[in-house]
């Protein structure tokens, strides 16, 4: 099968917010038996056009000089993917035509070829497309160009500028470096790397220490390998790792990961505190909560305790650390997620506001005297991060901030005591951590 027909089948079953393409691009790619190139190869046609979704679907009406509304589904995604290898991929006209015509034949849409053709010879005049966004507002241009809600793009440019914006938007349009956390429960650094080595791995080291990460030139074919299944190391973001360097977790002590699925940083903690700390990790979903027992299983640590909890208005016990790494809008991120922008809308924001006081409300209840709480998230908006820790110093007296520079490089943190990684400022996925210590 033609890998164009495969990616044009599952953007067809792309058409509600909890759809998961990457479990889609996994089965399909498993079903078809496809190689590991081919496999990356409908990644990138599937992740690229949902990335670049409103730009193709601008392109697509001023080559039709038609609504895509007026287009069927499939015909639709035909014509997304080709613009998209075209555009975006800048593949050779010849042939991202043929293959777009061959797809539509296996798809049995014969009578869409003469449209196919007409749309994809009108994209050779690209200069017809500079003047048509040179003709909108800057904010409408930047928009449609890099492919965001309007709301979205309108929003960093009044918190960033459209400079900034403009770099934020390409970032999120980037394919970016997946870096692998080492396992030290499972096997040495010096036995892991020589192992990566001898089985044709060219790997780079982006941190050692406290828990060492490092990336490769083919992700894919690692995250596929027997040495993951077998735990010897994760995914993780080295932004979204800051959050438990900021926690310092230590043997011996009682630590609370309260919102915890995936697992990612539950898995870091516990590699940090060893067995002789007590990890407690929640989630309100028993389906993620068996996700994270699968995670912990695959990476030998057999010592972390589960419970299902709302961290909303569950009863915790006491704890000397909390991890807070609360649902949030997810706009650090957008980067690994396709999908994320066209999902969000601005009354999210509004709902996961409340949601992440409730849990810090609740959640304070938890920590000892003394203690720690981590407030996290994966969000670049002011009001899910810093507006919060205002909000909530005002009400409870008996914390301050700890500065983060005592615990990550000072690169990371911002004037105010807190990590806050952003895209334009790092070139790395956006986050957000402060310590909160109570006295």
Not at 145 to 155: A, C, G, N, T
Not at 156 to 173: K, L, R, S
Not at 261 to 281: C, D, F, H, W, Y
């Amino acid at each position: 099968m033609n890998i164009r027909t495969a990616a044009v089948r599952i953007l067809n079953s792309y058409h509600h917010q909890y759809f998961n393409y990457e479990n889609k691009i996994a089965a399909t790619s498993d079903g078809l038996k496809l190689s590991g190139k081919d496999r990356d190869f409908l990644y990138i046609l599937v992740k690229g056009v949902i990335l670049h979704r409103s730009y193709l679907d601008f392109v697509i009406e001023i080559a039709a000089q038609r609504s895509v509304k007026k287009f069927e589904n499939t015909v639709l995604n035909l014509l997304r993917v080709g613009v998209f290898q075209y555009l975006i991929l800048e593949t050779p006209p010849h042939a991202f035509t043929n293959e777009t015509v061959d797809a539509a034949r296996q798809l049995k849409k014969p009578r869409a070829i003469g449209l196919i053709n007409a749309v994809l010879r009108h994209l050779l005049l690209k200069d017809e497309l500079k003047t048509r966004l040179a003709e909108l507002p800057d904010n409408e241009s930047l928009a449609i160009q890099f492919s965001h809600p309007q709301w979205m793009i309108d929003r960093w440019i009044e918190h960033f500028g459209i400079a900034n914006t403009q770099i934020i938007a390409d970032f999120n349009n980037s394919y970016q470096k997946i870096y692998f956390r080492h396992n030290p429960v499972k096997i040495s650094w010096d036995d892991l790397s020589q192992i990566l080595k001898d089985s044709g791995y060219t790997i780079s080291v982006a941190i050692d220490s406290p828990i060492l990460f490092f990336s490769t030139d083919t992700p894919g074919e690692l995250i596929r390998s027997e040495l993951f299944n077998k735990g010897f190391m994760s995914v993780q973001d080295i932004s979204q790792s800051l959050a438990v360097r900021l926690l310092n977790p230590q043997p011996g002590e009682v630590i609370i990961d309260a919102c915890a699925a995936p697992g990612g940083k539950t898995g870091m903690i516990a590699q940090l505190g060893g067995r002789e700390s007590i990890v407690n990790a929640y989630d309100i979903s028993p389906a993620k909560v068996q996700l994270l027992k699968n995670e912990a299983f695959r990476l030998g640590l057999d010592f972390v305790n589960y419970g299902v909890a709302d961290a909303r208005s569950g009863t915790f016990p006491m704890a000397d650390k909390v991890l807070l790494d609360v649902p949030c809008s997810g706009t650090g991120v957008m980067a690994r997620r396709a999908d994320l922008r066209w999902n969000r809308t601005p009354q999210d924001l509004e709902t996961l506001l409340v949601m992440q006081r409730e849990i810090l409300t609740n959640m304070v209840n938890a920590v000892k005297p003394g203690g720690v709480v981590i407030y996290s998230t994966c969000s670049i908006e002011p009001e899910e991060n810093w507006q919060n820790i205002e909000w909530f110093l005002e009400a409870n007296p008996d914390f301050t901030i700890e500065s983060a520079d005592n615990f990550v490089e000072a690169k990371w943190c911002d004037k105010n005591g807190a990590v806050q990684v952003l895209p334009h400022l790092h070139n790395e996925t956006g986050g957000f951590a402060v310590r909160l210590q109570r006295r």
